[in-house]
């Protein structure tokens, strides 16, 4: 997929890595607080406790760990995708 960098559509100062699917670009740091939340879930616990330099780097991961933080669950796909991209990004890091 092809990644480029646009500036956030928030705060219109920082840029964000971004793909041709993206749909809303937003930075890392307006997106902080969407971010913020307690998970109880021990499995879901689990997966979201990764590096935070993976969000700072990824609007996707970001864009996964808000919505679960809305509405309390995620689809099947959402879930292998974020675990995809986090293997990806721990590869590519060693
Ligand atoms: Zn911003």
Known sequence: MVRFKQLC???????VLV?????FAICYDCQK???Q???K???????????EEFYRESLF??????????FGKLSGKQI???KKVV????KSKQ
């Open 9 to 15: 559509q928030k705060c219109k100062k920082n840029m």
């Open 19 to 23: 793909t041709s699917k993206t749909k």
């Open 33 to 35: 607080e969407d971010l």
């Open 37 to 39: 939340g307690e998970i």
């Open 41 to 51: 879930d021990p499995k879901m616990k689990k997966m979201f406790d990764i590096p």
């Open 61 to 70: 991961l970001r864009n996964i760990k808000s919505s679960y933080l809305r």
């Open 80 to 82: 292998e995708w974020f």
């Open 87 to 90: 293997e990806d990004m721990k």
